[in-house]
């Protein structure tokens, strides 16, 4: 319920009358049934800009830390995504990636939307990342078509670090659905799983025109932080 409340008469509303986004290939999105809608993560606003222009209900893998965050914010936070049906996926530990394939399968055996961020966190600095091989391994699994988005402007907008994010026009664009039926039964292939990210990325490389890093974002980010102690986040 409050899914709902929040998309059509709280938060919805205002975000497209704040950011006036431009939605491109709506369409793309089935009008039923499972699919992974799979993006680029500029910013935090993009956990509600995009489900606030989707017409169906989408639920997010969201990482755990927002779930566990001290003090009245973050209870606050995790709060919000809890009554918002979001998902917490804890990142640390070898067995992270299995329970994120977990319950992604979960939302898409139900017949949901289920949106993720491949990069496995948000670029730090407005390029795109290495996909992680997770949103392809719950793709063969569920046998659902993907559908690539890209999220234009909402870095500029709230970039890491920034608490409140510019008012200034975004843009969000989905691509046409992608099919691979053709590596059914290659689902533990790693190979293939890599083939199927690296196709993913590409897609959404297309439509949002960032530069692209063949590097996982995460290992960056590390090193970026031993280098500059103060720029960690």
Do not use: W
């Not at 977990?102 to 961020?117: F, H, P, Q, S, T």
């Amino acid at each position: 319920m409050f899914y709902h409340v929040l998309k059509y008469v709280l938060l919805g509303p205002l975000l497209r009358l704040l950011f006036r986004p431009r939605i491109e290939g709506l369409e793309h999105i089935p009008d039923d049934g499972a699919a992974i809608v799979a993006g680029n993560h500029l910013s935090f606003s993009d956990h509600f800009l995009m489900p606030a222009i989707i017409k169906r209900r989408i639920t997010f893998l969201a990482k755990a830390e927002y779930f566990t965050g001290p003090g009245l914010k973050g209870r606050l936070t995790a709060a919000f995504f809890r009554s918002a049906g979001q998902i917490p996926v804890d990142r640390s530990g070898k067995e992270a990636g299995k329970a994120a394939i977990r319950e992604g399968l979960g939302v898409l055996g139900k017949g949901e939307l289920l949106g993720i961020y491949p990069e496995g966190t948000r670029s730090h600095d407005g390029r795109l990342y290495k996909g992680k091989v997770g949103v392809a391994a719950m793709a063969l699994q569920a046998r659902v078509p993907v559908v690539p988005c890209a999220m234009v402007g909402t870095f500029e907008i709230q970039p890491p670090g920034q608490v409140v994010p510019r008012i200034k026009r975004v843009t969000i664009r989905f691509g046409e659905p992608l099919d691979f039926s053709r590596y059914e039964g290659m689902e533990n292939e790693k190979a293939a799983l890599r083939a199927v990210t690296d196709e993913i990325m590409y897609a959404i490389l297309d439509l949002s025109g960032q530069e692209y890093v063949d590097r996982y974002a995460a290992e960056v980010k590390a090193e970026q932080a031993k280098k500059f102690p103060r720029l960690r986040r």
